[in-house]
């Protein structure tokens, strides 16, 4: 048996609570009205294609990808569009939103909506890179970086390997999970297709050995393709970092300030693989995506495949209504999620879970003074000094923060959680990549 791979530097081990794990993926009904950002994306926003009082379907364009880094948005409904307006998102900003009233439920010509498996690739490398773009495929881990971008590979960059995250480290969450089980076969087509588009002959795909049976299930379905394997890995966060996945699985370290291609890899999530087998083998753009709704005190924890825009308060009366304890709802993991407001902001491209954490367990504690116990250091798995990065950022040290490497800073939130004087790490770190980010902006400019 293999040895289980993982990287080497730093790391922590929060319990897993992947309480859905064992919950199949169930369609959510569709909502009344979705609102649907033009923003889902790493990026530029995209512009609006529709106007108050249009008619559109289900997978129509309704905004459309607005410079090189930008992707396009479809509406996820048929139905009537009620207005163009500001409403904030799960950062607590107001975006730019299309809100449509739903009316029935009728798709765009063209798209297969057949539950049969289309293992059949025709398309050439560009249309498969065309269509990846068309259907506004993005990163589904959450980044929401724009994947036509992705495998547009610059000027000089060769690239070997194709990674398939399947690690889904970030506790409670289980979609990816549920996805794996459920759709293995399609996800298989979709990394032959990316392959393809790359020119690579050589796919791994990494998956933590706490889902024995999704790698059991990779494993048979993969007999007869030696150009794709599978690989356990240490259950240890954050291993679905894409540079901690380089590392752990060909061993190659991507430099400061680099990217994966720098090494010859490119990482893809496996909802993203699934997403891409949909755009090129059934021609549907990207308007529904799975998302785990989970937490001890919910009566049913589960996985839901949800379209795009649809308020959060629908996902919550599907897993019986919040609990009256409820202390906080965070859009994504414990990890590295954000706090929402309300429950009336929509679900979007990058939306992987909805985490309800009771009262007494989403309070922060007291705040001491840094003891230099250096733990932030040891569990950094970029290498970098949290507390100093921190401290930076308070004395606002621009220059500085970009000499210690701030923008490596992946906010896995490894430093936060380790720290015995509960210092907020994460959040000023944060900060200080949002500050020392713009003002690499403006000087490039």
Same mark, same amino acid.
């Given at each position: 048996?293999?040895?289980?791979?993982?990287?080497?530097?730093?790391?922590?081990?929060?319990?897993?609570?992947?309480?859905?794990?064992?919950?199949?993926?169930?369609?959510?009904?569709?909502?009344?009205?979705?609102?649907?950002?033009?923003?889902?994306?790493?990026?530029?926003?995209?512009?609006?294609?529709?106007?108050?009082?249009?008619?559109?379907?289900?997978?129509?364009?309704?905004?459309?990808?607005?410079?090189?880094?930008?992707?396009?948005?479809?509406?996820?409904?048929? $139905? =009537?569009?009620?207005?163009?307006?500001?409403?904030?998102?799960?950062? !607590?900003?107001?975006?730019?939103?299309?809100?449509?009233?739903?009316?029935?439920?009728?798709?765009?010509?063209?798209?297969?909506?057949?539950?049969?498996?289309?293992?059949?690739?025709?398309?050439?490398?560009? %249309?498969?890179? =065309?269509? &990846?773009?068309?259907?506004?495929?993005?990163?589904?881990?959450?980044?929401?970086?724009?994947?036509?971008? =992705?495998?547009?590979?610059?000027? !000089?960059?060769?690239?070997?390997?194709?990674?398939?995250?399947?690690?889904?480290?970030?506790?409670?969450?289980?979609?990816?999970?549920?996805?794996?089980?459920?759709? !293995?076969?399609?996800?298989?087509?979709?990394?032959?297709?990316?392959?393809?588009?790359?020119?690579?002959?050589?796919?791994?795909?990494?998956?933590?050995?706490?889902?024995?049976?999704?790698?059991?299930?990779?494993?048979?379905?993969?007999?007869?393709?030696?150009?794709?394997?599978?690989?356990?890995?240490?259950?240890?966060?954050?291993?679905?970092?894409?540079?901690?996945?380089?590392?752990?699985?060909?061993?190659?370290?991507?430099?400061?300030?680099?990217?994966?291609?720098?090494?010859?890899?490119?990482?893809?999530?496996?909802?993203?693989?699934?997403?891409?087998?949909? #755009? &090129?083998?059934?021609?549907?753009?990207?308007?529904?995506?799975?998302?785990?709704?989970?937490?001890?005190?919910?009566?049913?924890?589960?996985?839901?495949?949800?379209?795009?825009?649809?308020?959060?308060?629908?996902?919550?009366? #599907?897993?019986?209504?919040?609990?009256?304890?409820?202390?906080? &709802?965070?859009?994504? !993991?414990?990890?590295?999620?954000?706090?929402?407001?309300?429950?009336?902001?929509?679900?979007?491209?990058?939306?992987?879970?909805?985490?309800?954490?009771?009262?007494?367990?989403?309070?922060?504690?007291?705040?001491?003074?840094?003891?230099?116990?250096?733990?932030?250091?040891?569990?950094?798995?970029?290498?970098?000094?949290?507390?100093?990065?921190?401290?930076?950022?308070? =004395? %606002?040290?621009?220059?500085?923060?970009?000499?210690?490497?701030?923008?490596?800073?992946?906010?896995? $939130?490894?430093?936060?959680?380790?720290?015995?004087?509960?210092?907020?790490?994460?959040?000023?770190?944060?900060?200080?990549?949002?500050?020392?980010?713009?003002?690499?902006?403006?000087?490039?400019?």
């Amino acid at each position: 048996m293999e040895a289980l791979k993982t990287f080497k530097k730093g790391g922590v081990h929060p319990p897993e609570n992947k309480l859905s794990a064992g919950a199949p993926i169930r369609v959510l009904p569709l909502p009344d009205q979705v609102y649907i950002p033009i923003s889902q994306h790493l990026g530029a926003p995209a512009e609006a294609k529709v106007d108050k009082g249009d008619v559109v379907k289900t997978g129509q364009l309704i905004a459309s990808l607005h410079g090189f880094v930008s992707a396009n948005i479809h509406s996820s409904v048929s $139905g =009537k569009v009620q207005k163009i307006d500001l409403v904030p998102d799960s950062s !607590g900003y107001k975006r730019t939103t299309i809100i449509i009233k739903a009316e029935g439920d009728e798709w765009m010509n063209g798209i297969d909506r057949s539950p049969e498996i289309n293992p059949v690739i025709t398309a050439s490398p560009e %249309e498969i890179r =065309k269509k &990846i773009m068309e259907n506004g495929i993005v990163g589904l881990g959450g980044a929401t970086f724009p994947s036509h971008v =992705k495998l547009s590979l610059p000027r !000089g960059k060769k690239v070997d390997t194709l990674i398939i995250n399947g690690v889904e480290c970030e506790p409670y969450l289980t979609a990816d999970h549920r996805l794996m089980l459920e759709k !293995g076969p399609e996800i298989v087509v979709g990394i032959k297709l990316l392959m393809k588009v790359l020119g690579v002959s050589r796919g791994m795909i990494g998956i933590e050995h706490n889902k024995p049976d999704a790698i059991e299930q990779f494993n048979q379905i993969l007999e007869g393709e030696p150009d794709i394997s599978v690989h356990a890995l240490k259950v240890k966060y954050p291993q679905g970092g894409e540079k901690q996945l380089i590392k752990a699985l060909i061993n190659r370290e991507v430099p400061a300030r680099g990217l994966p291609i720098d090494v010859g890899a490119i990482v893809h999530n496996v909802g993203t693989t699934f997403a891409v087998y949909e #755009a &090129i083998q059934k021609n549907k753009p990207l308007i529904e995506r799975v998302v785990t709704v989970t937490g001890y005190n919910l009566q049913n924890p589960s996985n839901y495949l949800v379209r795009i825009g649809t308020p959060v308060s629908k996902l919550v009366e #599907a897993v019986g209504g919040l609990p009256e304890d409820t202390g906080k &709802i965070i859009s994504g !993991g414990p990890m590295m999620g954000k706090a929402l407001s309300n429950t009336d902001v929509p679900v979007v491209k990058g939306t992987t879970g909805i985490l309800i954490i009771p009262e007494n367990q989403s309070r922060r504690k007291n705040i001491h003074p840094c003891i230099r116990c250096a733990k932030c250091i040891s569990v950094c798995p970029q290498g970098l000094e949290p507390y100093l990065l921190m401290a930076m950022t308070q =004395k %606002e040290m621009l220059e500085n923060l970009e000499m210690n490497n701030i923008m490596d800073c992946i906010e896995c $939130g490894s430093c936060s959680y380790i720290c015995p004087s509960n210092r907020p790490l994460l959040d000023y770190i944060r900060l200080g990549k949002t500050t020392v980010g713009k003002m690499i902006s403006t000087r490039k400019n």
